[in-house]
């Protein structure tokens, strides 16, 4: 509605090509009576500004029918070019909330349209741009004037962004606008930081940065020189190499300042990605940065609140807790912990402890911890601190992994943690021993030093790759116990009476005998069972004795542990080699072009440079979170990632290409084309 009320206003306001027609124009029809201001616009125009708003809403993300269709409109017998309107609208503010409205409006309507750009350029939007860049801030109004120029950067990064350097549409654009005078402003932004409006004086001189960098890159000329290591020094700011409609593209990022990748997360990417191929492994690894921007987004919310944050942060501190508290209680239990007899009986009464004397005075076959003075004092102290630890321990696991665990497996994500986790049982059990551990003279504590498997990989990947094949190892036990049983039939059935009951072999029921033949089992020995056979002591019985020992040899030991022992090896094996195959990609092939290291030494581009700074996979991550934490405008190349990032479509990514390559080989083709007309 108040787009149609308006269109006569906007329409009378802008053809009439000088303020006082737009001034009478919105007196009319708004019902303004307000006085002008310094810049000769009156100070309050709602209805233009409203309008203006709508039509660059109506353009949000680059919507190429509605861009073309303000342009045009030819189911109109009046067609009205809405994008010339706001050119001409800009030739008359030069400050205010209407100004950047209105470029924020052109930005809309001129993105990823080549059509609208040379309509804007034709239209001397590039001097309009100038006069607004080389304009002095007034000393009362910094921060709009910060927010102002940052707006021009935009909408001039938006008419080079679809550029190249041999175009005739660039050129048009070069020939107008004064690289200089950008340079000198993003001085001045930079001067800016630290003060009042400091937040908007550093996004000006980024956007200010990207631009002249983009112009750096199409023309091969240094335009940035010493802003270069200013900007590194003041600015947080990353770049990513993408593949847009055809060509490579550079795009530069502000960093965000919040916001941690935890140290888990970056080693179950690094060994984590599926690498079978060159385009499993780029999905593969959208997939991961889907689920690690969601973790970080995730972890900052809870950073917000300190004490939270503290836990959190210092999760290393807990696991270290744990265990070395365990073992430092269950040194003392070493010290502490005595036969009371044997010390009392090996020892004259004067040399032994008062309180081994007191314990063996009381009962001369005890058997627990004597406790000695302070003992119980120090376990409960040291008990605390350690439940603590735990409790913390806990904690920071559930609070930074409670969005991460779910009932059931998905095959769409990747770090996701079922709620029967080994793990969440795992601590379970410390919480349940710490707390028992007071209570049992700290006897229990020997059960977390089994946590030190969690504070080193080496220890984490042998049992790891015992457990490998752990089903397959589940299905081995019941084979073994029916051997056994079986066996326990035949000796009970027929050989009951050899068993020696001075050598605890029993066999007076089938339960005794299947327990005997369970110990015997599990005990090494040169074959067979080796029982005493007390009764069969004929050479005939040596037959009978060399078919049950051998066959159970053969079935038992020779097979069944075999097995076992195979199944282990092979779990380490396979994890070595799904290792080694990791790590030699990763150093060998690049995770998001897929070049190998060979490919780029032939063409003098260091290996190192290239995977740390042009295609470093967590500067394209960081580039992700940029995206989705972003509450602005985007560019078009921005627009596009961001929609085939969360779809996880790798086709974004530069595959088998990289722009120093490509600039590399250019250069060589410009030499080959020029030796061949000097040749002829």
Known sequence: ??????????????????????????????????????????????????????????????????????????????????????????????????????????????????????????????????????????????????????????????????????????????????????????????????????????????????????????????????????????????????????????????????????????????????????????????????????????????????????????????????????????????????????????????????????????????????????????????????LLACIFLALSYFLSNYHRICLKVNPNKRMLITWHSFYHFYLLSLLICSCLGIWSDGILYCFHLFHIATLFDLLGRVIRGATKHADQLLVCVPFAAIIAYIYAIVYFGAFRNMFDKTKMEYCDTLGRCLVTVLKNSLRPSAGGHNYSWTNRRDFKDLWIRLIIDASFWILFTVIGLNVVTSLILDGFRQLKAERERALKDMTTLCTICGLTKDHLNTNGISWATHVEREHNIWSYITFFHYLQEHDGRFSAVENEVLQKFQKADPSFLPSGRCISMDTKLGLEDKKMRKAGREYC
């Open 1 to 386: 509605v108040v787009s149609t009320q308006s269109t006569g206003n906007i329409v009378a306001a802008i053809e009439g090509n000088n303020q006082l027609c737009m001034i009478q124009a919105m007196r009319d029809r708004a019902g303004v009576e307000s006085p002008m201001d310094d810049t000769g616009i009156v100070s309050s125009t709602p209805i233009i500004r409203l309008s203006v708003q709508l039509i660059g809403a109506m353009c949000e993300g680059q919507y190429t029918d509605m861009q073309n269709y303000l342009r045009f409109q030819d189911n109109k017998l009046v067609s009205h070019n809405f994008l010339v309107m706001l050119i001409r609208l800009l030739h008359c503010v030069r400050s205010g909330e209407l100004l950047m409205d209105t470029m924020k409006a052109i930005n809309s309507m001129i993105s990823a349209n080549d059509v609208a750009k040379e309509t804007a350029i034709e239209n001397d939007i590039v001097e309009i741009l100038n006069a607004i860049v080389a304009a002095e801030a007034p000393a009362n109004d910094y921060e709009n004037a910060q927010e102002i120029k940052a707006n021009t950067y935009a909408l001039l990064s938006t008419l080079v962004e679809q550029s190249n350097m041999l175009s005739e549409f660039y050129d048009k654009v070069r020939e107008e606008l004064d690289v200089y005078t950008l340079q000198s402003e993003i001085n001045n932004h930079l001067l800016l930081l630290g003060t009042e409006g400091g937040e908007k004086a550093q996004t000006a001189a980024f956007k200010g940065y990207a631009l002249l960098k983009k112009i750096s890159a199409l023309e091969k000329k240094d335009y940035v020189g010493k802003l270069d290591e200013e900007i590194s020094q003041k600015l947080k700011v990353g770049s990513v190499e993408v593949q847009w409609k055809g060509h490579l593209e550079k795009v530069y990022y502000p960093i965000p300042s919040c916001g941690h990748v935890r140290n888990k997360v970056r080693e179950q990417l690094k060994w984590g990605i599926d690498r079978k191929s060159k385009f499993d492994k780029q999905r593969d690894f959208l997939i991961w940065s889907q689920e690690i921007v969601e973790d970080v987004a995730h972890q900052r919310y809870f950073m917000s609140v300190p004490f939270i944050s503290w836990i959190m942060a210092h999760e290393l501190w807990w696991d270290w807790l744990v265990f070395l508290i365990a073992l430092v209680i269950q040194l003392w239990l070493l010290k502490e912990w005595q036969d009371v007899s044997w010390v009392v009986r090996s020892n004259n009464e004067t040399k032994v402890a008062p309180h081994m004397m007191e314990c063996y005075q009381q009962d001369k076959n005890f058997t627990g911890v004597c406790p000695s003075e302070g003992f119980y004092f120090t376990i409960v102290c040291l008990g605390t601190v350690h």
